[in-house]
């Protein structure tokens, strides 16, 4: 079992920058490719980026790239999500999600077999 825990959301302006946080439990972290989706009022949860357990990074083309970045401190079990240029359009609640089989279709919802509770990230005009 393992447990996902985010942070760092909150209220932003356009143009402004977050970090999210997600804290993982468990001893393999190092082993786990991880992902972040989110979630916007009355739409799907889309793929935002993912880390390899190896540390190769995988973003959302077209509407994050070049502005989020992902990376991950293993020593910390800890994954982020570095939110720059932030638009009002990224408004929505960010998951934090594991794979613990290092699959490789790591824009793909099914794929991940735990799940964090979601932090709420809001981009004011």
Known sequence: Q????????GLVQAGGSLRLSCAASGRSFSSYSMGWFRQAPGKEREFVAAISWSGGSLYRVGSVNGRFTISRDN??????????SLK??????????ADVNSGLRLSQRDEYEYWGLGTQVTVST
Do not use: I, R
């Not at 020593?75 to 720059?84: E, F, G, I, P, R």
């Not at 009002?88 to 999600?97: G, H, L, N, Q, S």
């Open 75 to 84: 020593a910390k079990n800890t994954v982020y999500l570095q939110m720059n």
């Open 88 to 97: 009002p359009e990224d408004t929505a609640v960010y998951y934090c999600a």
């Open 2 to 9: 393992v447990q996902l825990v985010e942070s760092g959301g």
